[in-house]
């Protein structure tokens, strides 16, 4: 077995940088992108040699970079692809599907994709010291992967962020560090603090690394619909990386004989409290407005995405469109999904199902097409969004004649004389 | 009057490793033309093909993104603190190659 040949490249000018922790050209200050020398892995990528590793993100090693004698430990991804019926039905869609990363190994969310290629390369690279700028899922999944691997970990993250993304970081031993801002400011002292330490911040000097994780779930959509390419994916968007990363990973599965080609179009979904992408594409720019978030869809809070120039471009390219909803669409979307599929979505799989929804009622998206709306993180981060949704009802004496007139009185509909076995009087 | 300019390691090996000046510009367009004079390299770093700053870069003065506060018609003040940092910036071009990979450009 050879292995696959990668290394950095700047998306605008072209200049090539071997593999080493930068993420801005510094020839043009552009991003820079891990490129494939893809006929280096033509022949040990197929079907069959996907078929026959494990289930997880690490089937698809061949495409991810991750330096040699790396050992893939945790069994991160392969999350479930569910056919959506019940939401398709209230929506007006025939062929929809959930990608459930609300149950991603180990973090629940999608961010343990990217994590995980990000920390084999900072262990490449022999950073001690393992970081990242947070709205919370990213922070959980550094904390937590970095206590297996046992590197340190010491995470920003705005000093708002919800109580269970904290508790949840803590709990892994990692170094929480709240700061008095928004997540943008957040990230601008992450890249001083990248300056002048010598740690591994996984979306900052590792960033062109981390982001290539997101690829797997495109890998993964094609092969969990049979080896095909859907026409629609919709997106969430935070700093407007995975959107890209799906097409590329499209790209490289058609690029070398997987699947068939299939002009697919992308739709991002954003909260109308912080839309930069979203609106740079509906003025059609290919640059952005930085906003000042202000919704409760925190985990896509990002007023100034690093990739959001480029991903309003994609967008525009592939004929899709974005979409931005309100919080209390939001928090709609949140019980929408739970209440038709059994997925419990946090905020930002709210803005994806609402978004979803209009997509189709604009015509946008046509109810035969094949679709899959990405769900990125578990509900049970999130459950202040829902504070005041369920008030607590009043408790019920354990005799089955106070609970007949309990039922009866709250929700009728749940009996049915014909379905009493016993026929309570 | 007088403002202080921060800049990233990444920009500073053009103005002979300085990572933060004092400038008498009076705005952002003042600054790029004293970049012009004083350092040409930095000058030619961070412009574009028409002479205006590159889309990846961004400008904060004392902690604020220069695009909240008018862009280019925003006045300096005396004091005031005017970071440029790359909008993806991050790591160390002389950190060493851990990897050596053989590359065909032509391939891809």
């Known amino acids: ?425 | 009057m007088s403002v202080k300019i921060v800049l990233p390691t990444a920009l500073a090996r053009h103005t002979d490793g300085q990572k933060a000046f004092d400038s008498d510009a009076k705005d952002l367009p003042g600054l790029i033309a004293e970049f012009d004079t004083k350092f040409p390299a930095l000058s030619q770093n961070v412009k574009d093909e028409n002479g205006k700053l590159r889309r990846f870069i961004n400008v904060y003065v004392n902690d604020e993104d220069i695009r909240f506060l008018g862009g280019d018609a925003h006045q300096f003040e005396d004091g005031d603190e005017v970071m440029l940092i790359p909008s993806i910036a991050g790591g160390h071009c002389g950190q060493r190659r851990w990897l050596t990979l053989p590359y065909d450009e032509s391939i891809l």
């Open chain 1, 1 to 425: 077995m050879g292995s696959t040949v990668y290394e950095l490249r700047c998306n605008e000018c072209g200049k090539s940088f071997g593999n080493r922790p930068l993420s801005a050209c510094d020839e043009c200050l552009a991003p820079l992108e891990v490129q494939y020398d893809l006929e280096s892995v033509r022949g040990r990528f197929t079907r069959e040699t996907v078929a026959a590793g494990p289930m997880n993100i690490w089937r698809y090693k061949e495409l991810l970079p991750i330096p040699e004698g790396f050992l893939p430990d945790l069994p991160v991804g392969f999350t479930p692809l569910l056919r959506a019926k019940n939401l398709g039905k209230k929506v007006g869609a025939d062929n929809l599907y959930i990608k459930n990363d609300a149950v991603c190994f180990p973090t629940l969310s999608f961010k343990d994709r990217v994590v995980s290629v990000a920390l084999a390369n900072a262990q490449a690279f022999g950073f001690k010291t393992v970081g990242c700028s947070s709205t919370g899922n990213l922070a959980n999944s550094v904390a937590a992967q970095a206590a297996r691997l046992g590197i340190r970990a010491c995470i920003l993250v705005p000093s708002d962020l919800e109580p269970a993304k904290i508790l949840n970081t803590l709990v892994y031993g990692a170094r929480l560090v709240r700061i008095d801002g928004n997540y943008d400011h957040v990230n601008r002292l992450c890249t001083l603090i990248a300056d002048e330490y010598n740690w591994g911040f996984v979306n900052v000097n590792l960033r062109p690394y981390y982001a290539e994780g997101s690829k797997t779930i495109g890998y993964e959509i094609a092969e969990q619909l049979g080896w095909k390419l859907p026409d629609n994916v919709v997106v969430p968007m935070a700093g407007g990386s995975m959107i890209r990363k799906i097409r590329k990973a499209f790209r490289e599965l058609v690029a070398l004989g997987l699947v068939e080609h299939k002009d697919v179009r992308f739709f991002g979904a954003q909260a109308t409290g912080c839309s930069p992408i979203s609106h740079s594409v509906k003025q059609g720019w290919d640059y952005i407005e930085p906003q000042r978030p202000n919704t409760i869809a925190r985990s896509l809070a990002i007023g100034n995405p690093a990739d959001g120039p480029l991903a309003s471009k994609m967008i525009q390219e592939t004929g899709g469109w974005a979409e931005d909803v309100s919080d209390v669409e939001i928090v709609s979307g949140i019980q929408e999904l739970a209440e038709c599929e059994g997925v419990f979505t946090e905020t930002a799989g709210g803005v994806t199902t609402a978004v979803t929804a209009r997509l189709y009622s604009q015509g946008r998206i046509s109810r035969d097409q094949v679709t899959v709306s990405i769900i990125s993180g578990n509900g049970l981060k999130t459950t202040d969004a829902l504070e005041g949704q369920y008030p607590a009802e009043r408790a019920v004496k354990p005799k089955l004649a106070a609970f007949d007139e309990y039922i009866r009185e709250v929700d009728a509909s749940l009996v049915s004389e014909l379905e009493l076995a016993g026929g309570v009087q």
